[in-house]
């Protein structure tokens, strides 16, 4: 089979999605499936559908356009400020938009008056994160200005936090939003439909014992295809962690001695990887290096280590004797390691279910085809 790829479970993606549904309605939250990681994939867009989220968000247009193409028409909200210069395409292609310059909301109306649209935009509120968002004190002003602008509906706030400032959603910072939420509502009369607390981080508080409050969505993307809480990177109860893995071919099988010799300075990506140990050692070569994925951020499968990586290559010992060339390897990885996977054109995309997959002779760390 082709390689490098990443095989997509969309049966195991599906589950994940639907037991968040499930145990966030509970709570009276509804979730926002979100996109970006997957390139806007519409494999994995019908899955998030299927699983029962109430609408799809992307940071990027031209992913909420290519969804449009392959004939999804679920509602999809551009969850990053549109920029200035795409603010038709945002009109056109998304019914709502996370925002927070009124100079760009006033694009948008425009825009939409253009086209006789009416697109709804959610006002990011900074709860200490320090990524978007209005400040507090300033909502007031803004909500007032967005309600002047014709073809604009104001559809509720948002918050974003563990982004930049590793801020952690808890109960204070979520009681912030639903009293600003409420504190909205009273000053202008009118009801907020979705208040939006934040991403995959907001998990652990969501399902607490908190009273949820005024939050009624979250949005998730992290925890739906790789099954982990992104705080502490701890897998989610009942969720699979395999949804997506990376799958790489060895071009190289050797021995060679463990200590690199000749004089050392700087290697292509900066660093010097310090070998520990000597004597020679098993290691291989696999076609897979920084230009295709985030090799820290990969999770080589029992046995095997990773020595390390250039842009083209990723050099591996295993414990279980040397791979043989032609064989493949399979990785579990983080969110960093995923999106420049998704984002590689030298990386397939191989959307299966499980009982379509074919497991290849001879892929180490197959679940179903462990080399032990
Ligand atoms: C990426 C993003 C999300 C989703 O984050 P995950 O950690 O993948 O769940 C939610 N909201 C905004 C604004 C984002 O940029």
């Known amino acids: 089979m082709t390689a490098p790829r990443l095989d997509i479970d969309l049966d195991r993606i599906e589950h994940n999605a639907r037991t968040l549904v499930k145990r966030l309605a509970i709570r009276g939250i509804s979730v926002t499936g979100v996109t970006k990681a997957s390139l806007g994939s519409a494999s994995i867009a019908n899955a998030l559908l299927r699983a029962g989220v109430s609408a799809l968000g992307d940071s990027r247009i031209e992913n909420i356009e290519g969804m449009r193409r392959n ?12 920029m200035l210069s795409q603010v038709d395409r945002v009109v056109r292609s998304a019914n709502s938009s996370f925002n927070t310059e009124i100079r760009i909301i006033t694009a948008l109306s425009n825009a939409a008056c253009q086209t006789r649209q009416t697109h709804e935009v959610l006002l990011m509120v900074e709860l200490g994160d320090l990524r978007e968002g209005i400040m507090p004190d300033d909502l007031n002003d803004m909500v007032s200005a967005v309600m002047q602008l014709p073809n604009i509906k104001l ?40 208040v939006s607390g934040g991403n995959s981080a907001n998990l652990e508080w969501a ?22 809480e992104p ?3 701890q897998p989610i109860n009942g969720l699979y962690t395999d949804a997506i893995s990376l799958v790489a071919e060895v071009i190289e099988s050797k021995t060679k001695p463990t200590q690199p010799w000749g004089t050392i300075a700087q290697t292509a990506f900066g660093t010097v990887p310090v070998a520990s140990g000597s004597g020679n050692r098993t290691r291989s070569i696999l076609a897979i290096g920084h230009q295709d994925v985030d090799p820290s951020g990969l999770h080589a499968p029992a046995g095997v280590e990773i020595l390390g990586a250039s842009g083209d290559h990723l050099i591996i010992h295993s414990e279980n004797g040397n791979p043989a060339v032609g064989d493949e390897i399979r990785f579990r990885m983080n969110y960093s390691a995923l999106i420049r996977a998704m984002t590689s054109p030298f990386v397939v995309r191989d959307h299966r279910t499980i009982g379509d997959r ?15």
């Open 71 to 82: 004939g999804i028409d679920a509602e999809m909200t551009l969850i990053r400020s549109p």
């Open 231 to 233: 705080l502490h990177r």
């Open 358 to 372: 074919t497991i290849g002779d001879r892929t180490i760390g197959d679940t179903d085809n462990l080399i032990t």
């Open 207 to 228: 399902l607490s014992d908190e009273d949820p409050g005024r939050i009624n969505s979250l949005r998730l993307g992290e925890a739906i295809l790789l099954g982990c």
């Open 155 to 194: 559809a509720g706030i948002g918050a974003n936090l563990a982004c930049h400032g590793g801020v952690v959603p808890d109960a204070n910072n979520m009681a912030e939003l639903s009293a600003l939420a409420e504190s909205v509502e009273n000053a202008f009369g009118i009801h907020l439909a979705m």
